[in-house]
């Protein structure tokens, strides 16, 4: 297993009126995060939020391309971010989640206490496979074929890489003691967007490069 110390790029917020940021997605142009009642677009290049999403949002997010979903308690909700409006919801696994993503065509939903990874059908919430983690789970992100998600236990956290058939891990990034990992997300590039939790704080990571086949 591969093991660095994070190298965080830039820190945004804390924001007015979010004090907290749980589940974080990139829509390709803005980050959006989830502070509880609220999902805010922030610009990364200005950092500031350029517009707000009155919804509840408790845990993950994600983007498909096309529509937000947001971990809202025991449900995943799918959003319409033009207008804001809740389009559909699906049971979340177990009755809740932390992380979000999504890949394949599918969702990916993070389980703190469980330490799983569940791969959900974003049409019936069913459970397609789960993935083991030994770790508190928050933020789930794929790029490039790779699975990522954060953990955060006590004063300690990290992002991780791990096999996604197995669960083993590959390869971590130590965040600096008592920087927490709430929700992750790729920019699809060289940075990872994380949310710092009651710290109101989205932080760019970079992300390592991949080594590429001789």
């Given at each position: ?9 830039r820190e945004h917020g804390p924001f007015p009126g979010a004090n907290r940021v749980n589940g974080v997605t990139y829509d390709g ?63 979340a696994p177990s009755g809740g989640g932390s992380g979000l993503a999504w890949a394949e065509g599918t969702l990916w939903v993070g ?5 799983k990874i569940h791969q959900v059908d974003p049409q019936t919430g069913a459970i397609l496979r789960t993935i083991e983690s030994n ?80």
């Open positions: 297993m591969k093991r660095a110390a994070a190298e965080i790029l142009d803005k980050v959006w995060f989830a502070c509880g009642d609220k999902l805010h677009a922030l610009d990364p290049a200005s950092g500031k939020i350029d517009r707000s999403i009155d919804v509840a949002s408790h845990a993950g997010t994600a983007f498909d391309g096309q529509h937000l979903f947001q971990i809202a308690e025991d449900r995943i909700q799918k959003i319409d971010p033009k207008t804001g409006r809740v389009l559909s919801t699906i049971p389980q703190y206490r469980n330490r770790r508190f789970v928050t933020g789930v992100t794929w790029v490039d074929g790779e699975l990522w998600h954060g953990t955060w236990e006590g004063e300690e956290s990290d992002v991780r890489r791990v096999d996604p058939q197995t669960g083993e891990v590959l390869e971590k990034l130590d965040m600096p003691p008592g920087t927490g990992v709430s929700g992750l997300e790729s920019d699809g590039g060289d940075r990872f967007f994380c949310g710092g939790g009651s710290s109101g704080k989205v932080r760019v990571v970079r992300r390592p490069k991949r080594r590429t086949a001789a």
